[in-house]
């Protein structure tokens, strides 16, 4: 079993930045895809972006340019910088886990986080 606390969330202006960490418990996820994904009021869970084991990042059309997802191995956490903040980031956003494949659709991670709010003012 793998546990996840995301934390870093809160309120930035628009043109902002802000630093999400994901720390792992449980097992080392140095071999795991590690995956963000936010959900906005009303709408469905986004992919944000991923590492794979091999450290090479994905991302969403909507973020890229803007967001980087980066590991940490000797702390065992995942982070997802996020710059040039606009409104329509705002979120909860998840951090997600999974041994084998993640990819870009929630259903493909086993873990995840409870989920941290960034509200984006305009």
């Known amino acids: 079993q793998v546990q996840l606390a995301e934390s870093g969330g809160g309120l930035v202006q628009a043109g902002g930045s802000l630093r999400l960490s994901c720390a792992a418990s449980?097992?080392?996820?140095?071999?795991?895809?590690m995956g963000w994904f936010r959900q906005a009021p009303g709408k469905e869970r986004e992919f944000v972006g991923r590492?794979?084991?091999?450290?090479?990042?994905y991302y969403g059309d909507s973020v890229k340019g803007r967001f980087t997802v980066s590991r940490d191995n000797t702390k065992n956490t995942v982070y997802l910088q996020m710059s040039s903040l606009k409104p329509e980031d705002t979120a909860v956003y998840y951090c997600?886990?999974?041994?084998?494949?993640?990819?870009?659709?929630?259903?493909?991670?086993?873990?995840w986080g409870q989920g941290t709010q960034v509200t984006v003012s305009s």
């Open positions: 590492m794979t084991w091999r450290n090479i990042t």
């Open positions: 449980g097992r080392t996820i140095s071999s795991y895809v």
């Open positions: 997600a886990a999974d041994p084998t494949y993640g990819g870009s659709l929630s259903r493909g991670y086993d873990y």
